[in-house]
């Protein structure tokens, strides 16, 4: 067997068992975040999951954790929003699905607002770490990414730079620290993940007062 084939089939093995690992996650789950916001998982696709905000808009994102949201849609109008798709670069090749330590890789914007452009982000894999949610502990994959806005016959300009904890067992990004290039500082945490038959109105809206109120 090649080595280029031989390469291909380790990936994929690599992406079919993360899948896998967190396949109890299923659709219907509720994500509670720490800025008060809450997620439904709604469908799971091969390579990426389509998850619905308390405000009924539609992310659709890669599981793949560095990749930026694939598509935004607003709500009622779900022709309001945007697309993003990587168009050079190859993230996948990133540890732990990967042997890549860093990687640089280009996306497209298209929104119904602002057009079209094109971002680029570097990544690097930082190593294993851990994330206790509700007194268990989780295991992590750690990256630093920066996001540069492409400009033709300019500089990238740095727009911002991010730390992300991955949680494979659950298909999330668990804590998300971000700095914008004006100084801005945003930390969001996954706070309660709710498996479908323990979702109801009463323990969302308990679980997000008691952050609210918390602050």
């Known amino acids: 067997m090649g080595t280029t084939m031989l390469r291909k089939l380790t990936l994929t093995t690599l992406l079919v068992a993360s899948t896998q690992v967190y396949a109890e996650l299923k659709p219907g789950s509720v994500a509670i975040y720490s800025d008060g916001s809450v997620e439904k998982l709604v469908r799971i696709e091969d390579g990426w999951r389509l998850w619905e905000s308390e405000r009924k808009r539609l992310y659709s994102r890669s599981d793949l954790p560095v990749v930026p949201v694939l598509h935004y849609q607003k709500f009622p109008d779900r022709n ?23 990687m640089g890789f280009d996306v497209q914007r298209i929104s119904s607002s602002s057009g079209e452009s094109v971002r680029r982000w570097d990544c690097k894999y930082v190593g294993k770490g851990s994330f206790t949610l509700r007194k268990k502990k989780l295991k992590t994959e750690k990256y630093e990414c920066s996001r540069f806005a492409v400009k033709a016959k300019q500089a990238d300009e740095l727009k911002e730079t991010v730390r992300l904890k991955y949680s494979p067992s659950l298909g999330l990004v668990v804590d998300r620290r971000s700095t914008r290039a004006n100084g801005k500082k945003e930390r969001v945490k996954l706070v309660r993940v709710l498996n479908p038959e ?7 809206a308990r679980t997000v007062y008691k952050l609210r109120t918390s602050k």
């Open 80 to 102: 309001q929003g945007y697309r993003q798709r990587v168009i050079n670069g190859q993230p996948q090749l990133l540890l732990p699905f990967g042997e890549e330590e860093s």
């Open 198 to 204: 323990k979702v109801t109105a009463k323990r969302i």
